[in-house]
């Protein structure tokens, strides 16, 4: 049974880069057939979609969020990584990792996510 | 741009009722590429419904998923209290990869 797990500082001052870690287990995530995604969800709204990452690099980033994000996987660790920067207090959410399957688009495993609140 | 939206955003039923919740996309997508996530407060999301219409894994088969073009919908026969939660519908499209619908919000 494939785990995520988010990692990374519940807090980051404004203007400045937050960073998150998902660490998988249970499966490679070179395993073909998948992406890995982070998606966001602010308090007391909906789902947003970041973007997501394959094994080899590539990377499909949100067009409102491209100019900030940077998404990278890391296959010796078995882990992908998240990073936005010049974050506001709006980037104040929940930030969830999920397995992504390639073939119908579904977001079937996903992290517990971790709470990023911005402020000084 | 696909834009993805729900109704209603709200449903009020009771045990053993049906739910029907609707999920339209702005523009025609495959019905491979539409899936239904269940969300309970303080959880993450679970996939319940892909391809339209399949049951994710260890769902139960009061949840069934229909529709096709710009049309989908969820059904939940015979709800039952575990089933209050918020229902998003997603699309997989070209750009954006992914968008999630507002959501309906079930109260039983």
Known sequence: QVQLQESGPGLVKPSET???TCAVSG??????????????????????????????????????????????ADTSKNQFSLEVNSVAASDTAVYFCARHARNWGSLDQWGQGTLVTVSS | EIVVTQSPGTLSLSPGERATLSCRTSQGVSADFLAWYQQKPGQ?????????????????????????????????????????????????????????????????
């Open chain 1, 18 to 20: 937050l960073s998150l």
């Open chain 2, 44 to 108: 993450a999301p679970r996939l319940l419904v892909y391809g339209a219409s399949n049951r994710a894994t260890g769902i139960p088969d009061r949840f069934s998923g229909s529709g096709f073009g710009t049309s989908f919908t969820l059904t939940i026969s015979r709800l039952e209290p575990e089933d209050s939660a918020v229902y998003y519908c997603q699309q997989y499209g070209p750009s954006p990869l992914l968008t999630f619908g507002p959501g309906t919000k079930v109260e039983i």
């Open chain 1, 27 to 72: 499966q490679s995530i070179t395993s073909s057939g998948f992406y890995w995604a982070w998606v966001r969800q602010s308090p007391g709204q909906g789902l947003e979609w970041i973007g997501s990452v394959h094994h080899s690099g590539s990377t499909f980033y949100s067009p409102s969020l491209k100019s900030r994000v940077t998404i990278s």
